[in-house]
Every structure is written in C-alpha cells, then in structure tokens.
C-alpha cells in the first residue's frame, strides 16, 4: 500500500529537549515536505527536498532542521523546542514529473506538545 | 507572494442538501493547480478534486465539483447531496507548477452537516 508514515503520532516534551520526528514514504517520489498546522492558518511549509541531500527552507523554518540522506526519509529535528512550536505536523510527498499526478500525499500527522 | 483566502470560517448544510464552499487566491503564476483537501476528525488530509489553471473545464469528482473563475481567481467547491460523512474541515489550496511546489492552504472553512 502506498503510503507516507510518521512516527511518533503524538508527542509530549518539555522545553529545550531535542526531538526527531520521522517521516518515511514507500512510494519512491522525490520530493518531500514538511507543514505546521495551526488554527485559523492552514497548513504552511517549514522545509522541504527535492531529492537527495537537496533541502531548502519554506515559509516557516525557524527552530527546525531536516536532512534527506537516503530517497525514502525525510526527519524533522527540533534540537530545542520551545512552547510555540506546538503544533500538528504533516509530511507530504509526490513525484516531480511536472504534471497534475505530482499529487502531494500526506502522512497522519504528529500532534507535538511543548510544555 | 501567493495567498489563498477562505471567507467562511463554518458552513453548515442539510444531509441531501446542495452546499458551496468559496474560495479565493492571488498568484502572479500562469502554470498552476488549485486543489481542495478534506480534514476529517481523524486529521488526515485526503485530497477531494484538483483543477489545472491551463483547462478550462471544472472538474467533477462524483459529488463534488468546482467552479473555476480564472480571471476573478475564485475556485468555489460544490457539494451535491451532502453526506454526514461529508463533515469535516475543507480547505482550499494552491501550488504552482514550478520552484519550491508547496501548498499554500486557505484558513478552512468547517463544514457540519445536520441529518
């Protein structure tokens, strides 16, 4: 079954505890992305990949780092969250052929608190 | 800079109900899609219908369809027969077909249907 996976689904940490979210797709697509949810917001872009070891940061990158060492994963790193990070987290991933078929698919999410 | 706006924070519909969801996006881009995704209580984001700005033609998915007003950049969604399955949060959401391809999502607008 084709599918993006995240992992841990909820998370509760205090401040300044570094965590790893990770993301994982089986559908061999090159791009990868991270987004933030918060109410009355949308969703919106922290960091994302378009292949190997090529990342660059979205509209909200503050406080996160990514990394892309192999096709299929895409981790999130907060090295020192802090209260406003709180947030739903979606990775999302789609091929880049260019066409309307580079439909971003979407994992669960992660519902991170920071205390 | 592209947004995406949602003016209707909720909406409500009779179950076989007809109910339309607006809404509206900047973008100087020429080569784009319009995409409307549904949230239901469970968080995943599952992707409803998409529009090329290229066609011409609304698209149609099932129950769904859109109205496509490119010159006014307003891409209404419309629910035929509505469902209590239909509940959920729906936005709106933008991507162009080139740089760094995030969505760029409207604030959402819930929909609660009464039986």
């Known amino acids: 079954e084709a599918q993006v996976t995240q992992n841990p689904r909820y998370l509760i940490t205090v401040t300044g505890k570094k965590l790893t979210v990770t993301c994982s797709q089986n559908?061999?697509?090159?791009?990868m992305s991270w987004y933030r949810q918060d109410p009355g917001l949308g969703l919106r872009q922290i960091y994302y990949?378009?292949?190997?070891?090529?990342?660059d940061k979205g509209d909200v990158p503050e406080g996160y780092k990514v990394s892309r060492k192999e096709k299929r994963n895409f981790p999130l790193i907060l090295e020192s969250p802090s209260p406003n990070q709180t947030s739903l987290y979606f990775c999302?991933?789609?091929?880049?052929?260019?066409?309307?078929?580079?439909?971003?698919?979407f994992g669960p999410g992660t519902r991170l608190t920071v205390l | 800079a592209q947004t995406v706006t949602q003016s209707q924070p909720e909406m409500s519909v009779q179950e076989a109900e007809t109910v339309t969801l607006s809404c509206t996006y900047d973008t100087s881009e020429s080569d784009y899609y319009l995409f409307w995704y549904k949230q239901p209580p469970s968080r995943q984001m599952i992707l409803v219908i998409r529009q090329e700005a290229y066609k011409q033609q609304n698209a149609t998915e099932n129950r769904f369809s859109v109205n496509f007003q490119k010159a006014a950049k307003s891409f209404s969604l419309k629910i035929s027969d509505s469902q209590l399955g239909d509940a959920a949060m729906y936005f709106c959401a933008y991507r162009a077909n080139t740089g760094r391809r995030a969505l760029t999502f409207g604030s959402g607008t819930r929909l609660q249907v009464q039986p």
């Open positions: 990949s378009m292949n190997v070891e090529v990342t």
């Open positions: 999302a991933s789609s091929g880049l052929a260019g066409g309307p078929g580079d439909e971003q698919f």
């Open positions: 559908m061999n697509h090159e791009y």
